[in-house]
């Protein structure tokens, strides 16, 4: 399976976007906005699962799942072939059957389960899927007839991930290779935005002393936008404030990673961070 040339533009833009996205509660939304221009569905969500707390919340393009309705998921979501894949403990009418295909189609899935593109119809048919409690009770509901599925987190008892719905025809190979290539760099732009909002979290408390970065070797004006980088901003944020063209933050900010010997704005971040802690005053208790 080979990719045209619009798609492989297409990919790369993507890639591009991922790589943009600071803020770690947003990243579901931003993600998913991308992504169905790119696997076209009806439906795409973001889940967190518990499977066997019976927990699961989600966020949905392009409308939400009322809550009555998830709590009709919660019910049955045992019955989701991958998760009860990947909780051998929960029942299932077809266990015996998904575990067979899923070792002949995607060998050493259950035990490495992230970052690879799955679909329904590759461990049940669609008359197996039509007799579960989870399709008439859930599925049906939403005209969800067919789902191309990538898992981004999967511990003993959590797991987060990326579905796509279909109702007239199911997802095709090429889908499939789309996602399989986005999904490193998905995991990554998600590990990044994480980074980088527990740095603007770590670094909210701190006076904005860009001044003492200095200290890393850069000139006043390249500690200055450091700083601003270190509190989350964007390349046009920090042209604005800073009252420069965006080219030149740009200009600045190769020059502050070869001096700090970092690649990217996360690891030049981190070494602005650890300046800003050190030369913040120390907390008194209160009396």
Known sequence: MHLGSSDM???????R??????????FPFQIQSELVKLISCDLSTYNEIKPLEQKASNITIPYAVPEEQMSVFRRSMHEHPYINLLNPALPHPFK???????????????????????MISDVLTQKQFHRLVLYNEFYRGHEIEYQLL?????????????????SRRDFSERDRLMLNLLCPHILQAFRNARL??????????????????????????????????????????????CGMSVETVKKHLYRIYSKLGVENRV??????????KRQAPPETSAL
């Not at 976007?17 to 947003?26: A, E, I, Q, S």
């Not at 059957?97 to 799955?118: F, L, M, N, Q």
């Open 9 to 15: 533009t297409a990919l790369l833009e993507a890639i």
């Open 17 to 26: 976007r991922f790589y943009t996205y600071t803020d770690v509660n947003l």
């Open 96 to 118: 015996d059957d998904i575990r067979e295909k899923a070792r002949k189609r995607h060998p050493g899935y259950i035990g490495s389960p992230e970052g690879r593109a799955v």
């Open 150 to 166: 990538v898992n981004l987190a999967n511990q003993p008892s959590f797991v987060a991930g990326l579905t796509f719905n279909r």
């Open 196 to 241: 980088l909002s527990k740095i603007k979290f770590d670094t909210s408390s701190l006076e904005p002393e860009p001044g003492g970065l200095t200290s890393l070797g850069l000139t006043s004006r390249e500690a200055e936008v450091l700083g601003w980088v270190a509190y989350g901003k964007t390349n046009a944020d920090i042209a604005v404030i």
């Open 267 to 276: 690891a030049a971040a981190m070494c602005a961070m650890n300046v800003l």
